[in-house]
C-alpha cells in the first residue's frame, strides 16, 4: 500500500422555516357579498392559515477511506448516515477507483447513491394569488401545503424524499505538457423528484 487517507466526521443541524400572517388589508376581504376579490391584486397578502412556524433536527455522520494499492490502482469508499427527526433515518454510500495505464492515459469511475429529504418550505408553504383571465375576470388560485385538505382532496399523496443512483466514467489523457483531452460520461436516476404539480 502506497498511502492509506481516513476520514470521518459528525454533524448536528437545525432547520427552522417561519412565516408570518402579512398585514391584514393585504389579504381580508372586508365586503363578502360584494362579489369582489379580496386582498392585494397579483398577490395576496400571507393570510392567517399561510403563517408557519416548523423547526426539525437533523444528525449526520460520514466516513470516509482512500487507498493507492499501487502506483497504478486508488480505491475511494465513503458512507453517510443520516436522520431527520421529523422525516426518518438514511444511509449513502459512494465507490470510485482510477486505474493508470500509463504515465498519459488514466481511467476512473464511480457509482453512489444519494438522499435529500423535502425542504421545511416544500412541505409547509402556501400562497393565495389573484391572476385574471383574458376577459378581465379576476379569479383566485393558490399554492396549497402538501399536508393541506385541499392536496388530500385530489389524491396527492405525503412527499418522499428524492433518491438518486448515479454512474460516471471517463478517461483522461495527456497529449503534451500543455494538452490534456478528457472524455467522461454520466447516468443519473432521480426517484420522487419533488416539483410543483401542475394547475389543477
Known sequence: ????????????????????EGEEASWKNYAPTSGRVAG??????????????ENRH????????????NEKLLLNLAGRYEYYSDYRSNLAGKFALRYKFSKHIL????????????????????L???????????????????DSKVA??????PLNAEKTINFSTG???????NISINVDAYWIQIKNRIIYSGTI
Open 107 to 126: 481511467w476512473r469511475g464511480s457509482i453512489s447513491n444519494g438522499f435529500r429529504a423535502p425542504a421545511l418550505q416544500q412541505r409547509f408553504y402556501s
Open 40 to 53: 392585494s391584486q397579483g398577490q395576496a397578502g400571507f393570510q392567517p392559515q399561510n403563517a408557519v412556524n
Open 128 to 146: 393565495i394569488t389573484t391572476q385574471s383571465r383574458p376577459s378581465g375576470e379576476l379569479f383566485r388560485t393558490g399554492t396549497f401545503r402538501n
Open 58 to 69: 437533523v444528525i449526520g455522520s460520514y466516513a470516509e477511506i482512500e487507498m493507492e494499492n
Open 152 to 157: 388530500e382532496a385530489f389524491g396527492i399523496s
Open 1 to 20: 500500500i502506497r498511502s492509506l487517507n481516513v476520514a470521518f466526521g459528525t454533524e448536528f443541524r437545525t432547520d427552522h422555516y417561519n412565516l408570518e
Open 171 to 177: 478517461f483522461t489523457s495527456a497529449i503534451s505538457k
